[in-house]
């Protein structure tokens, strides 16, 4: 099993700042990496795949980058309807892996 | 406009078998590439992935789990349906099905809002 590890667990920061999260793989994923968004009492929103691809809808201040084992969410000018709890999800191997989330406060 | 609702019973005992249905609408599940997954979330923990159904009748499980799950699926009825034999009280969770649209890309595109299943005596 690729076990996905984020870090930090808990990121506080202010309106119109950066929000760095981490994601780390056990074993390299390449590029089949994504990312979800979850507000409390909601399913996940699909924010990222293939490590740095925008879905459908989600605004430019959300960006992915890296590859292999190593990968990470910035969100710039952070508003406050980011809040929430954000999850890597790695789709290299089966069985299908997320991490345990950071959560986002602002 | 691809909707997922996922429908059963919110409260099991324990040894008792789970059924699990989603509905969806917007997306077939005879298109080659699609599939539908299940997803499950204990309160205040992570995201688990359980089983995945594709257009062709692929299954795909979470080792752990593999013996108690089971996914069918109805394309008449536009329906995927996860079974969980064995509840326990740690099976308690929200459970959630999601849309895959690719055979190779298993990420999940657009989900369902979940429904809530608790396993007490």
């Known amino acids: 099993e690729k076990a996905m590890t984020q870090s930090p667990a808990t990121l506080s920061v202010s309106p119109g700042e950066r929000a760095t999260l981490s994601c780390r793989g056990s074993q390299t994923v390449y590029n089949n990496l994504a990312w979800y968004q979850q507000k409390p009492g909601q399913a996940p929103r699909l924010l990222i795949y293939?490590?740095?691809t925008r879905a459908t809808g989600i605004p430019a201040r959300f960006s992915g980058s890296g590859f292999g084992t190593e990968f990470t969410l910035t969100i710039d000018s952070l508003q406050s309807e980011d809040s929430g709890v954000y999850y890597c999800?790695?789709?290299?191997?089966?069985?299908?892996?997320f991490g345990h989330g950071t959560k986002v406060e602002i | 406009q691809i909707t997922l609702k996922e429908s059963g019973p919110t409260l099991v005992k324990p040894t008792q078998t789970l059924t699990l249905t989603c509905t969806f609408s917007?997306?077939?599940?005879?298109?080659?590439?699609?599939?539908v997954g299940w997803i499950r979330q204990s309160p205040g923990k992570a995201l688990e992935w359980l089983a995945l159904?594709?257009?062709?009748?692929?299954?795909f499980y979470n080792s752990p789990l593999k013996k108690r799950l089971t996914i069918t699926k109805d394309t008449s009825k536009n329906q995927v349906v996860l079974t969980v034999t064995n509840m326990d009280p740690v099976d308690t969770a929200t459970y959630f099905c999601a849309h895959v649209e690719s055979r190779y890309k298993q990420y999940f595109d657009l989900w369902g809002r979940g429904t809530l299943v608790t396993v007490s005596s």
């Open positions: 999800q790695q789709y290299d191997d089966w069985p299908l892996t």
């Open positions: 917007g997306f077939s599940l005879t298109t080659s590439g699609v599939g």
């Open positions: 293939g490590i740095s």
């Open positions: 159904i594709y257009w062709n009748d692929d299954t």
